[in-house]
Every structure is written in C-alpha cells, then in structure tokens.
C-alpha cells in the first residue's frame, strides 16, 4: 500500500461520501472511485458498503483506518528526520580527541550543540594526532582535534586553542616550591614523553624548548596519552612539559609551573576530510570559527 492510496482511503473514510472526498483531495470522483477499487482488489477485502445513498465502512475498512492513520504518521516522521538530517539538524559526529583539547573550551561547544540541537549525537574517541590523520581516511571519525598544524595529506584544519608549556614535577620535587621554574635546571631530570610517532609536533615541541634551554631531555619513559603522562609524574618518575589547561585537571601528587625564560606553546587545531558529506559538519565546523562555515544554530 502506497502513501497515496492510503491518503485516498482516509478521506472516503472520513467524508463518507465520494463527491466529498474527491472535492477535499482535489480530483474528480472517478479517479478517486478507481484508486478505491484497485485498493480493494490488492487487499482482497470490501472495504466499504455503498449504494446510492449512502457510505459505511466494513469492518476490515475501519481496521484499516487505524492502520493508515499509523502508516501516514510514521512516513511523516521518518520524512522530517531525513530532512533535518539533510540539513545539519540531526546526525552522529564521530570525534577523535586528545586530552589536553577538553581543558581549553571546545567541550563548551559540543554542550551548545546537545543543548540546541538534540538530535545531534556526539561519540568521542581519544587517539593521538597522528591516528586522527589515519581515520580521517579512513572514515572512521568525522571530526579530529590535535596537534595538527597543517593539513597533511589534504585534510582541512583550522587552529582553535593556543596554550604555553608548563613543567610538570612531583610535588616531592626539589623545584616544586618555585613560582616559575628555568629549564635548565632540569638538565638531569627523566622526561617523560609522549612517542614521536603517536604525536610528532608535541613530542619536537617538547625538545625544541629543552634545546633551547641549553640541554637534550634525558627521556626516560613513554606514555601514549597525556593524562598516562602526567600520571607517571605523579608516581614520581620524572617530569614533563604539557600545556597549562591540562593542570585543570587535579590530578594529585603533580604541580604545574610556568617556564622561566623559554616560550614555547602548543597549538591545537580541529582537522576533518574534506571529501566527507555528513551534512551536519559545516554546521559544527562553523560554530568552532572555521571561516565560511557559517553555523545555522
């Protein structure tokens, strides 16, 4: 049964009169009387009793009217659920994410969203820079946010968070009472770092300060995700160079201070593919100020 030949049996069933019905639908009776029969020979039913004056439906007619009612409705919905999802209102958005990012305020637009757009989901999943690039192509995410600061391998990027480099220390270590802390003072301390594969610009950032501060790290551990990072500091097994919002998360047994004499800043962009036709992406790209991504919200 098509949509059409429902809408027409609904407005027999409602007029109960063929001249009416017709006058309501915008047609000629005949047409209508035709649609009814072809109905009625597909279902193998009498839907109504007529004579010349008068229109009862049959009991499988007033079944069906139920049924059409509920059928129409559904098609309805599922209608406007494809629509909205046409144009941005509605859809899943898978995001890649390092840590440090939800300390720096994109997690305030991704709240907006929810809260202005609920049929927007959101599913989050941590994975270093590079691994974003990696599922970027491979349509495994829609959304990256890392230190990517440029578009590598023809994925587009926008910057959305700059923060400076703090030391991490044990809060045991010798230093810890300092306001701000000269890396050179470091020279012998175990670093901790995040792989170079895993998240290349982080990593060289980390030994371009150390650099300038007149020493190569004395890198001793590995951990693949700043939060593991900061962790093994905490167990007292070295220190560390992260960005200042990651000190938002409270971790115990870790202090964070600033660096005496060197600058250095960690850039983080949101990256996504540009072949990629979720069309609820210019729409979050937009809200993030992502230039001619204007937001419908």
Same mark, same amino acid.
Request: charged content about 25%; proline content about 6%; hydrophobic content about 45%.
């Given at each position: ?24 639908? %915008? ?7 035709? %649609? ?46 494809? #629509? /909205?999802?046409?144009? *941005? ?38 994975? *270093?820079?590079?691994? #974003? ?6 349509? /495994? ?5 890392? #230190?990517?600061? #440029?578009?590598?391998? *023809?994925?587009?990027? %926008? ?25 050179? /003072? ?27 501060a007149g020493f190569s790290p004395n890198i001793r551990h590995y951990a693949m995700h700043l939060v593991s990072v900061v962790s093994l500091v905490a167990m007292g097994r070295g220190v560390s160079l992260v960005?200042?919002?990651?000190? /938002? ?26 072949r990629n036709n979720l069309p609820v992406l210019p729409r979050l790209l937009g809200l993030l100020g992502v230039p001619g991504m204007a937001s419908r919200l």
């Open positions: 049964m098509d949509a059409k030949s429902l809408r027409y049996f609904l407005a027999v069933a409602e007029e109960l009169h063929y001249g009416r019905a017709a006058e309501r639908l %915008h047609i000629s009776q005949p047409p209508l009387t035709k %649609h009814i029969q072809q109905l009625e020979a597909r279902l193998g039913v009498t839907l109504f009793d007529r004579n010349k004056r008068s229109v009862r439906l049959t009991p499988a007619g007033l079944t069906l009217v139920e049924e059409a009612r509920r059928l129409l409705s559904q098609t309805e919905l599922a209608t406007r659920a494809v #629509q /909205r999802s046409a144009l *941005g209102d509605t859809g899943r958005v898978r995001i890649g994410f390092v840590a440090a990012v939800l300390f720096m305020g994109v997690e305030a637009v991704f709240r907006r969203i929810e809260r202005e757009a609920s049929g927007i989901d959101s599913v989050w999943e941590e994975m *270093g820079s590079s691994e #974003q690039l990696e599922a970027l192509r491979q349509d /495994r995410i829609d959304l990256g946010f890392g #230190q990517i600061s #440029q578009g590598l391998g *023809g994925m587009g990027f %926008h910057r959305v968070a700059s923060d400076p480099l703090v030391v991490a220390m044990p809060q045991s270590h010798p230093l810890a009472g300092r306001r701000r802390v000269p890396l050179a /003072r470091l020279t012998g301390d175990p670093f901790i770092l995040i792989p170079r594969q895993s998240a290349p610009t982080f990593h060289d950032l980390t030994v371009a300060a150390c650099m300038q960005p200042r919002a990651f000190a /938002r998360a409270g971790l115990p047994g870790v202090v964070f201070r600033p660096i005496d004499g060197v600058k250095a800043y960690a850039e983080y962009s949101v990256v996504w593919n540009p």
